[in-house]
C-alpha cells in the first residue's frame, strides 16, 4: 500500500474541482498504509470498506494472535510487532487513523469502475466519485468458498469464527483444512463443554502451519476434539449434518456449523473493470 501510493503520488494529479487524486478500495492493512501515504502526500482521495475498518483482520477470533514482520507506515514510521493480539492490532490502527483524520468510510461496497474523460467514474453503495486513480487493496480472502449443499440456508452455518465463547456447552462442526480452520477448532476446543468436530476432505492437514497441526495432533489426542480426515459433508439440518467420509454415510449431533474453506476472488468484478486474471496451477 505504501509503495503503490508512492507511485501514484509521483504521477500527475487531478485538475478538476470535483475529481479526486486516488479512491482505495479496502480498509486492511495495505488500505490503511495506503490512506496514511495518500495523507502524507497530500492528495485527495476517499477509502472505501464494504464491511469494517481492519479489513481480514478485524473478523479474526477475539483474542487471536497475529504474525507481524517489521514495517514502513507512512506518518507513523518503522512498526515492530511481532505477535500482536487482534484487538491491539486494530486498536493501533484505529488510533492511527484518529490522529491523522484519515478518510475512511466503512460498509461502502465498490460496486464499478468506469473510464472517464481524465480518470475513472467510482459507483459505491454510498455515492458516485470521480477519481484519477484507483488502487484495490482488496486483499485475497474474497467471497466466502460456500459448501453448496441441503441445509447450508440455515442461520447456524456461518464462514468464520469471531467469538468462541457462544459456541460454550454447543456441538459445533468446522469444515476446512488450513490455518483458519485448525485455529477455529482449537479456540472452540478450549470451551467448557464444546464438542467440536473437525472435518476436512485432504488426508492430512499439510497446508497448515506445522504448530498448528502439532497442537490439533495433541487436542485430538486427549480427547478435546474429534477429527474426520477424508470426508465432505453433505447435509445439514437443524439439530444433525451428515458427512461421508470415503464412500462412508454417517451423521452427528451439531448445534453450529462454522465453514473455513478460504475464499472465491472476485474474478467476475475485476474482468468487468478491466483488469485480466491469469491463474497460476502448481505441482504439490
Same mark, same amino acid.
Given at each position: 500500500?505504501?509503495?503503490?501510493?508512492?507511485?501514484?503520488?509521483?504521477?500527475?494529479?487531478?485538475?478538476?474541482?470535483?475529481?479526486?487524486?486516488?479512491?482505495?478500495?479496502?480498509?486492511?492493512?495495505?488500505?490503511?498504509?495506503?490512506?496514511?501515504?495518500?495523507?502524507?502526500?497530500?492528495?485527495?482521495?476517499?477509502?472505501?470498506?464494504?464491511?469494517?475498518?481492519?479489513?481480514?483482520?478485524?473478523?479474526?477470533?477475539?483474542?487471536?494472535?497475529?504474525?507481524?514482520?517489521?514495517?514502513?507506515?507512512?506518518?507513523?514510521?518503522?512498526?515492530?510487532?511481532?505477535?500482536?493480539?487482534?484487538?491491539?492490532?486494530i486498536d493501533f490502527w484505529r488510533d492511527l487513523a484518529n490522529e491523522h483524520q484519515l478518510?475512511?468510510?466503512?460498509?461502502?461496497?465498490?460496486?464499478?469502475?468506469?473510464?472517464?474523460?481524465?480518470?475513472? %467514474? $467510482?459507483?459505491?453503495?454510498? &455515492?458516485? #466519485?470521480?477519481?484519477?486513480?484507483? /488502487?484495490?487493496? !482488496? +486483499?485475497?480472502?474474497?467471497?466466502?468458498?460456500?459448501?453448496?449443499?441441503?441445509?447450508?440456508?440455515?442461520?447456524?452455518?456461518?464462514?468464520?469464527?469471531?467469538?468462541?465463547?457462544?459456541?460454550?456447552?454447543?456441538?459445533?462442526?468446522?469444515?476446512?483444512?488450513?490455518?483458519?480452520?485448525?485455529?477455529?477448532?482449537?479456540?472452540?476446543?478450549?470451551?467448557?463443554?464444546?464438542?467440536?468436530?473437525?472435518?476436512?476432505?485432504?488426508?492430512?492437514?499439510?497446508?497448515?502451519?506445522?504448530?498448528?497441526?502439532?497442537?490439533?495432533?495433541?487436542?485430538?489426542?486427549?480427547?478435546?476434539?474429534?477429527?474426520?480426515?477424508?470426508?465432505?459433508?453433505?447435509?445439514?439440518?437443524?439439530?444433525?449434518?451428515?458427512?461421508?467420509?470415503?464412500?462412508?454415510?454417517?451423521?452427528?449431533?451439531?448445534? %453450529? $456449523?462454522?465453514?473455513?474453506? &478460504?475464499? #472465491?476472488?472476485?474474478?467476475?468484478? /475485476?474482468?468487468? !473493470? +478491466?483488469?485480466?486474471?491469469?491463474?497460476?496451477?502448481?505441482?504439490?
Open positions: 500500500g505504501r509503495q503503490a501510493m508512492a507511485a501514484i503520488a509521483a504521477r500527475p494529479r487531478a485538475t478538476a474541482p470535483d475529481m479526486l487524486d486516488v479512491v482505495i478500495v479496502g480498509a486492511g492493512p495495505a488500505g490503511i498504509s495506503a490512506s496514511l501515504g495518500a495523507k502524507a502526500h497530500n492528495l485527495r482521495y476517499a477509502t472505501l470498506e464494504q464491511e469494517t475498518f481492519g479489513g481480514t483482520v478485524a473478523h479474526f477470533p477475539r483474542g487471536k494472535l497475529v504474525m507481524t514482520a517489521p514495517a514502513e507506515l507512512p506518518l507513523a514510521g518503522r512498526v515492530f510487532f511481532k505477535e500482536i493480539g487482534k484487538e491491539a492490532l478518510a475512511i468510510a466503512e460498509h461502502a461496497r465498490l460496486d464499478m469502475i468506469r473510464p472517464v474523460p481524465g480518470g475513472y %467514474a $467510482v459507483a459505491t453503495t454510498r &455515492g458516485a #466519485l470521480k477519481t484519477r486513480h484507483v /488502487l484495490l487493496a !482488496i +486483499g485475497r480472502r474474497g467471497t466466502p468458498r460456500r459448501l453448496d449443499v441441503p441445509g447450508e440456508e440455515l442461520t447456524k452455518v456461518v464462514y468464520r469464527l469471531t467469538d468462541p465463547e457462544q459456541y460454550r456447552g454447543s456441538h459445533v462442526l468446522v469444515v476446512g483444512g488450513g490455518d483458519s480452520a485448525l485455529e477455529a477448532a482449537l479456540n472452540l476446543a478450549g470451551q467448557s463443554g464444546t464438542t467440536v468436530t473437525l472435518s476436512y476432505r485432504g488426508e492430512s492437514f499439510q497446508r497448515a502451519k506445522a504448530r498448528n497441526r502439532t497442537a490439533i495432533a495433541a487436542a485430538e489426542r486427549e480427547r478435546r476434539l474429534h477429527v474426520v480426515l477424508g470426508s465432505e459433508v453433505k447435509q445439514i439440518w437443524q439439530d444433525g449434518v451428515t458427512l461421508d467420509q470415503r464412500g462412508r454415510r454417517f451423521a452427528i449431533r451439531n448445534d %453450529a $456449523v462454522i465453514v473455513c474453506a &478460504g475464499g #472465491l476472488l472476485p474474478t467476475g468484478f /475485476l474482468n468487468r !473493470i +478491466g483488469i485480466a486474471i491469469e491463474t497460476k496451477h502448481g505441482t504439490a
